[in-house]
């Protein structure tokens, strides 16, 4: 029996409903649709995160078409899929919760007592992702950049990898994507999210998938390549029998390590650079201009080395934000000789 919450769902059975967590102080609940999928045979269990920043919306749609297409008789072990965490955000079409201003994915395992986004941070962390052995967290560029890599945490001993680093590096792989990306520590400051999870035992893996200005060419590709991750990472996990598919053969891991911030002035930001260009410390990675007059406001030069993932603004920018990202090749792996099985025994 697959329980979420209020929520149950017997071999075999597909469930949908909500996950009841917090409310205002004037009364709104922010309760979190949750759709079950109990597979006929025994197996591990896969959760499916989408919209925890409420304006990142490829993964919902890409969850909401996997759920309609999975069969519960084809399928071993357990499927949690919400495809909008963050409900506040997502009606909203913004990144965190006017609620409290907080960021959910930046809580977890949150707490019982504290304001609305912490205590929804708590009750949704136990009910789905302390149970689930893997996650797919769907996240997108917004509307400021068009993106397209895995991204996953990075290990602490690269010679030693732990149970769920190994089971990482294969995910990272299966998914389908040419490119995969992991920040050093400290990148973006630290993240205690990422230890409640992993102590939790589920690994982790995190899509940045389209939005910008490319969602409306990209959009039915990015959908269709993150459902088809889902399959993927399901065959690899043992989970349902198919060929994976994907971009091609190779996937290309990079250290993105340098981080392009924007100057203490707005305007219209013009990206010089795209992605897999090769710049030197120096090299102009893009510039700010007046959006009226055209008039340079800032140019924003690469403090390292580095190659051009997709990251980076490409509307009018406003406030403190990175405008982009570069990495190292830290490795190419290849799925023609990779081992790309889990087990979980």
């Not at 043992?238 to 911030?261: H, Q, R």
Request: hydrophobic letters at 40%; charged letters at 25%.
């Amino acid at each position: 029996m697959l329980k979420v919450g209020n929520l149950a769902a017997k071999p075999g059975e597909k469930v949908f409903g909500y996950l009841e967590t917090a409310q205002s102080r004037s009364g709104m609940r922010l309760d979190i649709p949750v759709h079950l999928i109990a597979g006929a045979q025994p197996g591990p269990t896969l959760m499916l995160q989408g919209a925890i920043h409420g304006a990142e919306v490829i993964g919902s749609i890409a969850i909401l078409d996997f759920v309609a297409k999975a069969d519960p008789s084809a399928i071993r072990g357990n499927i949690i899929a919400v495809p909008v965490v963050n409900r506040a955000g997502f009606e909203l079409g913004e990144r965190g919760s006017r609620v409290d201003a907080k960021d959910i994915s930046r809580l977890f395992p949150g707490k019982a007592d504290g304001s609305v986004s912490d205590q929804t941070a708590y009750i949704y962390f136990k009910e789905t992702i302390a149970q689930a052995d893997v996650m797919i967290d769907y996240h997108a560029g917004a509307r400021t950049a068009y993106e397209r890599y895995v991204l996953f945490s990075a290990e602490d001993d690269p010679n030693k990898p732990t149970r769920i680093e190994k089971i990482r590096r294969k995910l990272v792989v299966a998914f389908g994507l040419d490119q995969a990306a992991f920040f050093p520590p400290g990148t973006f400051g630290a993240n205690t999210a990422k230890k409640a999870i992993e102590d939790a035992n589920t690994c982790q893996i995190t899509l940045e998938f389209g939005g910008g200005t490319g969602w409306y060419k990209n959009g039915e590709d990015n959908v269709r390549d993150a459902e088809r991750g889902i399959w993927n990472v399901m065959i690899a996990m043992d989970m349902f029998d198919g060929e994976m598919k994907s971009d091609g053969p190779l996937c290309t891991v990079y250290n993105a390590g340098v981080v392009i911030w924007k100057p203490a002035v707005d305007g219209l930001f013009i990206r010089d650079r795209k992605f897999k260009d090769e710049l030197k410390a120096g090299d102009s990675y893009g510039r700010l201009v007046d959006p009226y007059t055209g008039e340079l406001l800032a140019e924003m030069p690469t403090p390292k080395d580095g190659i051009v993932i997709p990251s980076g603004q490409e509307w009018p920018t406003v406030g403190a934000t990175s405008i982009g990202i570069l990495g190292t090749i830290d490795r190419v792996e290849d799925r023609r000789t990779m081992d790309m099985s889990i087990s979980f025994d």
